[in-house]
Every structure is written in C-alpha cells, then in structure tokens.
C-alpha cells in the first residue's frame, strides 16, 4: 500500500549503520557529547554553474515528529548481529524510547541559490542524535534541491512562457513524484498535472487531455467537439494522433463552434514530430484563423537543452509540459550532497575540531561551527566566504581559495552581506516560519536575478567564488598537516 499523502515521520528512515553507531556511542558514554556536522554537496547538477536548496521544509516536517514508536523499538529489538544474538541492549531501546529531539538547526532558507563546499544545514547537539539523522536530512535536501535546480534550469531558458510539471508517470514512485511535483514549482514551473500534489502543497494544477480521448471516437474532429462540448474552458487539443496538420485545422473548427458558445479555443497541444516546424505552422494557421491568443503546448521528452535550442530554431511554443527528464533529474539522478563532523565538544568545553583526510583535495572536509556570508554590491552577489563561528571575520575580512591559497580577496566595510544559514530548531524546539510555497519560488527568482549570467549558462558556466575565511582556511591547513603526521 503506498502512503498517498506523502507524510514523513518515519524515525527508521535511516541507514543501520547510523543505528548500530548510535549504540556505539551510547555504550561508550558519549552519546551526548555535543557535535557539529555540516550538510554540504561538492559539486553542482547538469555541469551548472548554480544549485537552488530545497527540501527544507520536508526536513522541519520530520523533525517535528522525530520521536521512536513502540513498533519501531519492538523492530530494533528484533535486529540481530552475525552470531544470532540481538544487536542491540534493551537498556538501549529505552533510551531512544525516552529521547527528544534536542539539536540546534541552522539552514539557508529554501529557494536560496547555493555553492559547493558551503553548508546548506548545519546540525548541532548530542553527537547520537546528529548521527542518526545524517540520512534523512541528505535524503530530503539532496533530490529536492536537484529537482529544484532542474527546473530553473528549464525557466531560465523559457523566461516569458508557462512551464508545466507533467512528470507524475514517469517519477521515482509517488513520493519521488510528488517530491518533484513540489520541486519543480519552487524551481520556477507554473503547474504540475499531479493532482495530488495540488492539493497537498497548493500548487496549481493543469492539463490538457491524452491521446486515448482521440482514439475512443470515431474521428479526431468528433473527439475534439465532444470535449469541448463538456470542457469547453478547458479546451487544449492535442492535435498529433493523427495527421498534425490535420489535427490543428480539426482545432480551428472546433474553437469556431466554441467561440459561438461564448468560450474560446485555449490551446493545441504538440507531442511528436519537428516540434519547431509544426509549432510555426500551427502558429500561421491559428493566426489566419484568427486564434492569436490560443497558446501552442509542446510536449515530448523535453528539456532546458531541447527548448533553448527549439526557441534558437524560432519555435512558436508558449507553454511547455516537461515530465521525464524534469522529474526523474534525467542527466544526472543524484546531488551528492554529504554530511561530515566538523567540531566536537572536549570535556574542558573547547571545540576539537575535525576534518576528514583525502587523497582527493576536493574531498577534504572543512572544520568549524561553519556559517556562509554571502557579499554582495549593487550588481548582485559577488562572493560567499565560509567562516568558524567559533572565530568570527573581522570588519575587513580575508577570503582565500581553499584550492589555491594565492586567490585572495578582501572584503571590506564598503560591503554588504548576509549570512545565510538561519536558526531553524534551537535545542529541538522549531524557532523559523515556513514562508509559504509561493514565497519561496519568488525567492528562487530573485535569487537567480542576483546572479552573473556566466553562471547562469547551461554549458561551461562561469565559477562563482566561494572560499574560506582566512582564519579558517589557516585552521584547516594546521589540521591537514598535523593529521597527514599523525594518522
Ligand atoms: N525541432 C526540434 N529540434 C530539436 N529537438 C526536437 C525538435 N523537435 C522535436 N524534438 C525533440 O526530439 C525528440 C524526438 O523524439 P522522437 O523522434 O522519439 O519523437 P517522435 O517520433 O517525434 O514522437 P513519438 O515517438 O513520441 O511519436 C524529442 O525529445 C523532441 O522533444
Ligand atoms: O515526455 P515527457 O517529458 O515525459 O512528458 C510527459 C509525456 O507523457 C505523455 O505521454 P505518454 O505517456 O502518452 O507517452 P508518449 O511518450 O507515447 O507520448 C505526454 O504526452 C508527454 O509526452
Ligand atoms: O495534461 C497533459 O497534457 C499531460 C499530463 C501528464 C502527462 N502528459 C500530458
């Protein structure tokens, strides 16, 4: 049985090995030792430039039911190791039977443009409870912001035209379909066919009709004066079962008839062929016929690539159905987004801070309570520097490329910025509004307004500069060098 209405309160949700070291922690007596983690991914979707972050709202929304049922602990108890016996002590489920949540959230606010290496959510509290929930935040943010991201791909390239979610077929299952549907809004799209995420997110929902509704009549003309007859202000056409060209006049005399009703023929939906020839087409002949206003819908295996290069070819197509390649992140399915300790609490109350080595400079974690000041001049964002709360910037603050200590930059009082992550819990208890769906879509678009194009181009963006501040980069160096020595 799926779960139609997409509630997440699922406390299970999460790897074993985030239980079994849970346990780990429990037993040595550290489990509430206080931690950092920071949520982070290492490199940007579809070879972009930008990422759009979204999913947390999905994130408060598991939060705020984080609490283990009796059925979940029976389970836990039900776990055994490779010698048969139980992997975890009884003892053991009563303390996560009696735990709450009890960790501090920072995030950026959803619809927020983000970078690699900067944190999206940082996470701090009893090291046992950071650990459990490292799966399911990256669950809820990595594909939410992917999807998100896909589809302001897809706006940026059709700025003036309607963008419809048409994916709900073709996704992850129902909760990858409605976490798209959700996606794609706040990513730019106008509507979603999902229904079901209609009524659960309050987005708008729209359509036009299959071609099964053509091939139950005897003609296409007769198809398309019946449903105009009982839908007559929901009148797209979609003209291709057929013969295309056919099709559109079949349209033409039925948005006639409509007319005489006192409606109008909204628009002829295109779901095959040469979607830029046909469109040009349908265009002349609606035109000549007087149907200025009816909107041309183009669907078939679309995306960003597909429509800018149809809008280069001079297609007439003001509304465009995306589905597969929109909803299931078709090019790339995955936003490796990671989670990695940063700081833990010493029994004298200082920070010892972590970092996880790699051969792979790229894949060196960074320490520190982190946070990002975003600076920005009257043309728009200009560059994010990540610091140790621990340690904040001075007034005139130094960022350095992690890759490459000789870029530099200084940032002086002339700037403005702001620091975007933003308390979300303070000790479990919520302590953010939500702004609704609607908001957060307008921020993507302010957002993205900020942004140089360069690092809006589909291909071979330009790199927006993200570094670290100086005192933090000379942290991470100290911490590079002494654990290259010792380990
Ligand atoms: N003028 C065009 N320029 C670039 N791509 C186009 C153009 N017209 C259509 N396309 C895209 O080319 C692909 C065409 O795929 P395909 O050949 O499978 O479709 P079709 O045969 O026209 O339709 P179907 O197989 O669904 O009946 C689709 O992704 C479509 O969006
Ligand atoms: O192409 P997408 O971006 O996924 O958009 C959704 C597709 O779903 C419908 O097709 P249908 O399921 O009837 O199959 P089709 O591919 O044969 O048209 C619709 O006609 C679109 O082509
Ligand atoms: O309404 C439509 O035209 C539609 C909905 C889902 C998939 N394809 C098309």
């Known amino acids: 049985m799926i779960n139609p209405t997409h509630e997440i309160s699922d406390s299970l949700l999460t790897d074993l090995y985030q239980f079994t070291m849970a346990y780990g922690y ?6 509430e030792q206080e931690a950092v983690f920071n949520l982070y991914f290492r490199k940007h979707p579809f070879g972009g430039g930008f990422t759009i972050a979204c999913g947390l709202s999905s994130v408060i929304e598991y939060l705020n039911s984080y609490t283990f049922q009796d059925s979940d602990l029976d389970y836990l108890g039900t776990l055994t190791g490779s010698d048969g016996q139980p992997l975890f002590d009884k003892d053991f489920l009563v303390y996560l039977q009696n735990m709450s949540f009890q960790c501090d959230i920072e995030a950026v ?38 999807v998100a991201t896909k589809a302001a791909r897809m706006r940026l390239v059709a700025p003036q035209d309607s963008l419809l979610e048409f994916g709900l077929r073709r996704a992850q299952g129902p909760d990858g379909g409605m976490t798209a549907s959700r996606a794609a809004y706040v990513g730019g799209f106008d509507a979603t ?14 359509g036009t009709h299959a071609h099964s509704w053509v091939m139950s009549f005897d003609s296409e003309l007769e198809a398309f004066q ?31 008839e409509l007319r005489k009703r006192g409606h109008d023929l909204a628009g002829i939906r295109l779901d095959s062929g040469d979607l830029a020839y046909l ?7 609606l035109d000549a016929a007087g149907f200025d206003q009816t909107a041309i819908v183009a669907s078939n295996d679309l995306d960003e690539y597909i429509i800018q ?5 001079g297609a007439k197509i003001n509304v465009w159905g995306v589905g597969t390649k929109l909803v299931t992140a078709f090019d790339q399915p995955a936003l490796g987004g990671v989670f990695k300790l940063a700081a833990i609490r010493q029994p004298d109350g200082s920070w010892y801070y972590t970092l996880k080595l790699s051969e792979q400079t790229l894949k060196i974690s960074t320490p520190g309570i982190q946070q990002v000041r975003r600076y920005f001049d009257a043309n728009g964002f200009v560059a994010d520097m ?19 200590f000789t870029r530099q930059r200084q940032f002086d009082s002339s700037f403005a910025w702001e620091d975007l992550l933003q308390p979300i819990f303070k000790q479990g208890i919520p302590c953010y ?14 957002q993205l307004a900020n942004l140089h194009p360069g690092i809006k181009r589909l291909v071979n963006p330009h790199t927006y500069p993200v570094g670290l501040e100086a005192k933090l980069f000379d942290l991470k160096t100290e911490l590079i060098l002494k654990l290259r020595e010792a380990k």
């Open 26 to 31: 429990w037993k040595a007596g550290k489990a």
């Open 109 to 146: 606010p959803e619809g927020t443009v983000v970078f690699p290496n900067e944190p999206m959510l940082r996470i701090r509290g009893p090291i046992l409870q950071c650990q459990l929930l490292e799966t399911p935040l990256l669950n809820l943010l990595n594909f939410e912001s992917l």
């Open 193 to 206: 066919s999902n229904v079901s995420a209609g009524k659960r997110y309050g987005i708008p929902v729209k």
């Open 226 to 256: 019946t449903y105009a007859q009982y839908l007559p202000a929901n009148t797209t056409l979609l003209v291709d079962t057929y013969n295309t060209i056919q099709g559109i006049k079949h349209a033409i005399l039925v948005g006639n």
């Open 279 to 285: 469109s040009i087409e349908a265009r002349q002949l």
């Open 309 to 313: 290069s149809l809008k280069l070819q």
């Open 386 to 404: 990540i610091y140790n709360q621990e340690n904040m910037p001075e007034s005139s603050a130094t960022m350095i490329d992690p890759y490459d």
């Open 433 to 446: 509004t939500s702004p609704s769906i609607h908001e957060v879509r307008a921020r993507v678009q302010q």
